[in-house]
């Protein structure tokens, strides 16, 4: 029973940044890879549970399980544990979401590792915005417009210029506009980034656009769009309906559970009757070649993603490795003898 120790690696948050969470080519190029594979049929992803409080209409925190197992070279099962806090959005210091990952072998299921997910949820995200656009962004795409400047906006100003490289303008929009006016100094000498307040000037003219905010309400009109953009939705609402159902092409990341959860636009046109899964490309299909991304320069092209756990765990599970051959992170032990077994 020695090779099969109940021992769990615990990764605090300062650890998986040492061990290279923030070097976002690594994370496109995994998160590009899991998606390849759930498209192979090597990955297990169930429909996310969300739990809000008070209650999933009017939430003021939520929990959310997603797990996952993921097969091949890879053979790792685990969750994370997400959650939101509009609480602590009003707090100095405290972070808007608090993420946990756990890892577990799919032999033994013995947990294996216990990692802060807060920054994972933050770089794959934008990652995964990363590799829609690596497929349906035109080839000459020269400006992006991101609206909203919180965590999520600076992760995906790294996923959109190494993911789109011909970009030479990025405009991060917020409300608030000292706080686009801070991650623009942040990425200054770096990448040309913009700030604005204006989400309706910062959308004119821009070839890709990406939204990530807090909004529940849908804000962004389909008149104030390039005809032949390609538009990225990372949040519940955004886009208004129309921007979806006049696509040439809609791309999702996961259709079981984007059609699904409450509240969401996918949803409630798929409730409605006006979208069908007929009507998408689930964003695997396209990784692997079952389905062509864009296909012509004239194509207008929508994307959605809500977060798919797969990806979460593949990106903890190569930090996980990554920490072990540095030689850091805390051991922990589940028990020393099972009390009953």
């Not at 994370?27 to 390849?36: M, N, Q, R, S, Y």
């Not at 990363?130 to 795409?141: D, L």
């Not at 886009?239 to 159902?245: M, N, T």
């Not at 636009?265 to 009507?279: H, I, M, R, S």
Request: charged share 25%; glycine share 8%.
């Amino acid at each position: 029973m020695e090779a099969y120790k109940p021992e769990i690696l615990f990764l605090k948050q300062e650890d998986v940044i040492k061990a290279g969470l923030l070097d976002m080519k690594q994370i496109l190029e995994i998160t590009e890879k899991t998606f390849k594979m759930i498209g192979e049929g090597k990955v297990l992803n169930p429909t996310k549970v969300f739990m809000g409080m008070p209650d999933n209409e009017n939430w003021q925190s939520y929990c959310m399980s997603m797990p996952a197992y993921i097969g091949g070279e890879f053979d790792v099962a685990g969750f994370k544990w997400a959650a939101e806090s509009m609480f602590n959005a009003t707090q100095e210091g405290m972070p808007y979401g608090v993420d946990v990952v756990i890892l577990t072998n799919p032999k033994t299921v013995y947990p294996k590792a216990i990692l802060d997910g807060t920054i994972t949820t933050a770089m794959r995200t934008s990652a995964a915005a990363g590799v829609m656009a690596k497929y349906n962004a035109r080839k000459n795409s020269k400006v992006a417009a991101l609206i909203g400047a919180g965590v999520i906006g600076r992760t995906m100003i790294m996923s959109m210029m190494e993911a789109v490289p011909s970009l030479e303008e990025i405009r991060i929009v917020d409300l608030d506009l000292s706080k686009a006016e801070g991650l623009a100094k942040e990425f200054e000498g770096k990448f040309n980034v913009v700030p604005m307040n204006d989400t309706k000037a910062a959308v004119t003219g821009a070839d890709l656009v990406v939204t990530e905010t807090t909004s529940r309400k849908d804000f962004v009109k389909k008149e104030w769009l390039v005809k032949n953009a390609t538009v990225i939705q990372m949040e519940a609402h955004s886009f208004e309906p129309d921007v979806l159902l006049t696509a040439d092409k809609v791309f999702l990341d996961n259709w079981a559970q984007m059609s699904h959860l409450d509240n969401i636009t996918v949803a409630q046109l798929y409730k409605a009757g006006k979208l069908n899964k007929e009507d998408i490309v689930e964003m695997p299909d396209m990784v692997c070649g079952k389905a062509p991304s864009r296909e012509s320069d004239d194509e207008f092209v929508f994307c959605g993603t809500a977060g798919v756990g797969a990806v979460d765990i593949t990106i903890a599970n190569q930090m996980y490795e990554n920490a072990k051959k540095m030689g850091i992170g805390q051991k922990l032990m589940l028990w020393d003898n099972p009390l009953w077994v």
